[in-house]
Structures are given as structure tokens and as C-alpha cells.
């Protein structure tokens, strides 16, 4: 459900954007009209962060904001720091944390990720929540519009070098999470070797009906999940599956995630 918003409101200049609800209308959620708009990988990326009250959560890449928000509504007394590129979503951020009344919980920064990780003052984070942009560098159809582009299509930092940059924003025996496709989870996983443990390897399959003996065929995405500095084995979970078959409607767990029911926290 989404209705037309001007393009300012108190505070920063916001660009035209509409007003959407998430989990069930627990959480009002700005987004641009034209450009990226947040679809449901933020949401699940939000239910796979195991945060507890009073933790340092950075969201790297947080767009305008969905993930942290979703977070926040899961998981009370959380300190979350979005890191965004992109100006105009930080101010939609902003104004979307205001609205839900964590303005003192959230802040959204606007800044480039490999400037910005060498701030003391962004280092240290008990969780690090990411959902990197999907296209690889030089490589698909890139968007015209260019904030779209921006958020969609990797640029000077290619996702080995996103995804090493928020381990070392992340505090020992803290956790980093990401959300990305299936077919990178190479890419993912040598990011992360020698620097994370205890690997969480979690498949979300398009259908039901899908070949369980092989749990990442046909998966069009995967949440992998690690701890700083651990030595444990890394699991490769069944997954879950998010639509039944042919109709489009939501499986009951994927619905339960998506209305802040269920968690993947939960599952694993």
C-alpha cells in the first residue's frame, strides 16, 4: 500500500517518494518513486541479523533504510547506523526513522563505505547487516537511471573487497550477514575465509516443490551469516521457500517473515 508524498517535508529536502508500510503496518517506510525501490531481500536480510537489546548494529549500503527499520521493530534498544551512499536516500532514511519514532535509535550517514571504514568511530559493531549491490562490476544491463545504477551495480568496490571491509568494521566474535545471489555464494565465501566461522548458509528457493537433496538448485538467493574469529564449521541450512508454486502467494514462513511473525533467527 503506498500513497504519493510531496517532494519536502520538515527537516531535509526529500525527493518525491511514497509512503509504504512494512510488516504488516508495524513500520511507515519512505522510498523514492523513481530509482531503487526496496523489494523483499532488505526484510529477510533484517530477519536473519541475531542482535540483541543494547547492541552496535552498522546496515552497510542501507539505501533508505528497510533493513534497519525492520531490525529496529524486531529487536528493542538496538544503536543502528546506516551507511549510504546516496544522499537522497539517507534523507528518506531519516525521515522514515523519525516517523517510527527512532530518531535516537537510528542514524543513517551519507557516506562511500571504503572512506568511511576508516573512522574510528565506525569500527567495532557487534552485528554488520549488508545487502551489496547485485550486479557485478562491468558485467548486465546497467540501469540509466543513475541512483538505481549506484545501488544496483557494484562499482569501484567489487563485492570481495564490500564484503572483506565489513568484517573489519565488525568487532570480535561479532557477526557479519549478507544478503545476495545464489550464484555469488563462491564470491561470498571467499570473502570471508580465514576472517569468519561458524557459517550459516541459508538458501530461499523461488517455489516449493523444489529438489531438497540439492538445497541451493534453483535458489535465486542466500543469507550467509558468520562470527569474527571463529574456528566453528560452517552448516548448510535446507532454506526456506518463499512462494507456492505457480499462484505467487507468500509460503506461511516467508509470510511470517515478511509480517514480523517468524525470524530466521529463529529457524537458526
Known sequence: ????????????????HDETWLLDGAVVFLQPQKGYR????????AAAVNAKPGDRVLDVGSGTGCASLCLAARVSGLRITGLELQSDYVNLAKKSAELNGWREQINFLPGDLAEMALSPDLREFDHVMTNPPYMERRHGRISPDK???????????????????CARMTRSK?????????????????AFSGILGGLMICPLWPYEAQDSRQPLLNANRVIVRGRKGSKTPGQLKRGLTLHRGPTGAYTELAAGILNGTKSIVDMY
Do not use: C, N
Open 38 to 45: 526496496s523489494a523483499i531481500d532488505p526484510v529477510f536480510l
Open 174 to 190: 561479532g557477526t557479519v550477514t549478507v544478503i545476495h545471489r545464489a550464484d555469488r555464494l563462491e564470491h561470498i565465501l571467499a
Open 1 to 16: 500500500m503506498t500513497r504519493a508524498k510531496p517532494t519536502r517535508l520538515s527537516g531535509a529536502p526529500l525527493i518525491a
Open 147 to 165: 541512483q538505481k545504477a549506484l545501488a544496483t551495480a557494484e562499482s569501484h568496490l567489487e563485492l570481495h573487497d564490500w564484503l572483506q571491509t
